[in-house]
């Protein structure tokens, strides 16, 4: 199916879905350097715009309409974050969007956190916008590392499914569980899943394979936890200042942070995907990215949709 994608970043959950089969006849993201990413690996079909300058209109025709719209505004990493964040409103533009491509499908991800702002209200007020376009809406909280990502990330998937299609959405049945049980797979270490990543201090090839020297600490919060090598990474985030130290996970010696490229790896991006910029931006462009075997999960469960 034709997908359009809004607040694309990097392009994690763009990637899923070409994994799955689909085509991403356009995107938006006004980061330059994440759009320097995206087209460096997905193509030119990006728009470097502010989404409030798009003509709506000019928007490609689409069977779906995907769009991890900026989370920053609710959360629970952002210690200020209101209702009335001006970044919680990009989510309406996601709605604008739908309303004038009138897509068959779409599916908006966010941070877990997005559930408790404002007692609950906030979501109740997204669901209620969406199913007031004309789409049945429902979400539901995935745990990334129960679809082989090696991290535990728990992101709310809102998918929403035109009035009159004949397609009832089922979320992606996990593939993995953390012991392994149930006919499933274990879950995914960190330490399995860089043990092909070469030593960042030893001469190498690997793209976007170098480090920040920002202090370890260990100290409980996001970015200062030891990293146990035979489990899941801990959320990978986009939050800390401009060096981008703050945010970046140990590695699993502990002795170091993780390089971008390892990363990238916790957040399922291929060796192979190369981002663009400086290596704090790099850092935040991991961070705020969908992993794309979960994006993929999610957009396989729309090949069943056998419809026109």
């Known amino acids: 199916m034709k ?29 330059p350097d994440a759009v320097e990413t995206y087209k460096t690996n997905l193509g030119d079909h990006i728009v470097y715009e502010d989404i409030y300058k798009i003509d709506v209109s000019k928007i490609p025709d689409c069977d779906i309409v995907i769009g991890g719209f900026p989370c920053q505004g609710f959360s629970i990493a952002n210690m200020k974050r209101h209702a009335d964040d001006s970044r919680n409103e990009l989510y309406r533009m996601l709605i604008k969007v739908i309303t004038e491509k009138q897509p068959k499908f779409f599916v908006a991800e966010n941070v877990k956190g997005i559930l408790s702002l404002e007692h609950g209200k906030v979501i109740k007020m997204i669901m209620n916008d969406f199913n007031s376009i004309g789409y049945t809406a429902e979400y539901k909280v995935l745990n990334a590392a129960n679809y082989g990502v090696p991290q535990l990330r728990n992101r709310v998937i809102i998918v929403g499914v035109k009035a009159g299609i004949d397609f009832k959405y089922e979320y992606p049945k996990p593939t993995h569980n953390e012991n392994g049980t149930d006919g499933l797979k274990k879950w995914v270490s960190v330490g399995e899943a860089m043990k092909d990543i070469p030593d960042p201090d030893q001469p190498n090839t690997m793209l976007n ?61 291929p060796l192979d995907y190369e981002f663009k910029g400086n290596r704090s931006s ?25 419809g026109e």
């Open 3 to 31: 997908v359009v994608s809004l607040f694309s970043g990097a392009g994690g959950l763009d990637l899923g879905f070409k994994m799955a089969g689909h085509e991403i006849v356009w995107a938006n993201d006004n980061f």
């Open 209 to 269: 394979h170098t480090y920040s020297q920002f202090k370890l600490k260990f100290n409980g919060y996001i970015g200062n936890r030891a990293i146990d090598p035979n489990k899941p990474a801990p959320t990978v985030t986009a939050r800390g200042d401009d060096k981008g130290g703050v945010v970046v996970l140990h590695h699993p010696n502990n002795k170091r942070r993780m390089t971008c490229r390892e990363l990238a790896t916790v957040q399922s991006f």
């Open 282 to 306: 790099i850092y935040r462009q991991i961070g705020n990215a969908v992993p794309p075997l979960l994006g993929k999960a999610i957009a396989e469960q729309f090949n069943l949709y056998k």
